[in-house]
């Protein structure tokens, strides 16, 4: 009997979010604080709890080491997501946000350990097993010290090439040079696109030429840019798409755009119509927009925000 396929998810440089809550925070002084927020962190992971909290299973992937990694593998195991990561020699990082009562945020984010070129070497001879029971392969985040984008096209092609979808969420050199490989989405911001045209993005006429453009010049069937509560732009297989964003009280944005590939991933892999599956993802970034904790979204309010979404065919 084949296999039941899942969604894998890859985080090459996860970190442990600390937060700090506090009146105040201020230079130069010591502060009190109670214990604090501690989640497993980095963009694949943020996928992965959503995908979990839709119900899917789903197995994530990436570099983790020392104490740190530990307490990631922990928490994630928690939650029912399936562990498949590769341990390094050095210590996953910790990202400490300092949050006080007037809405200031400060924050401290270590690079991360270096990865090692034998440790990348076990990352791929391990990844054609978990590609074999792979239905959708999410990549999200920025790349570790020691990598080069070369790992992520490896990865690119060997899912493609094997009928996995890949949907790639990156920014900067990574995402351009990543695009030659051909992933099945992508998925930059309003800003990660200026980033990759490299110029200032005035009104909505640019970002759909660049949807075009990008979507036909490297031949990747789904392009998607968002832009938060004014929603999104969506070019898929030639075909043009508006997507809007349900109306909900924002508490943290962070992490909407993961919540928003978790949700393609999901539609992808539950063979929905396009349609539905950008409605999804739109009520996934909302719901998690409307919430504390970053990466996570309550499926009955999933449900009731998708019915406030409107997709429409503008081209
Ligand atoms: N304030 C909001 N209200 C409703 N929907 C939102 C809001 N913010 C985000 N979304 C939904 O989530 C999607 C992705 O959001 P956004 O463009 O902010 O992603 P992002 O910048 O990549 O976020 P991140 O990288 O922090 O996860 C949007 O297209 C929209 O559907
Ligand atoms: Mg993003």
Redesign the pocket.
Known sequence: MEKLKKIVTITLNPAIDTMYKMASFELNKGHRVETPIRTAGG?GL?VARVVRCLNEDVLATGFVGGTNGEFIRNEIRKMGIEDSFVIIEGETRVCLAFNDDKGNQTELMEYGPTILESEQKRFLNELPKILEVASILVISGSLPRGVTPELYKVMIEKAMNIGVKVLLDTSGTTLKESLYAQPFMI?P?RNELEQLLGTPIKNDEQIWSAVKNVSGQYGIPLVIV????N??FVSYYGKLYK?S????P?VN????????VAGISVGLHRSFPIEETLAL??AC??AN?SEFMTGLVNPVKVAALMKQIKVQCVG
């Open positions: 963009k943020n998925k911001n968002s832009d938060g509560a929603g999104c997507v964003s349900a109306k909900v924002v944005p962070v992490g909407s755009g993961d919540s928003f993802a739109s970034g909302a927009a």
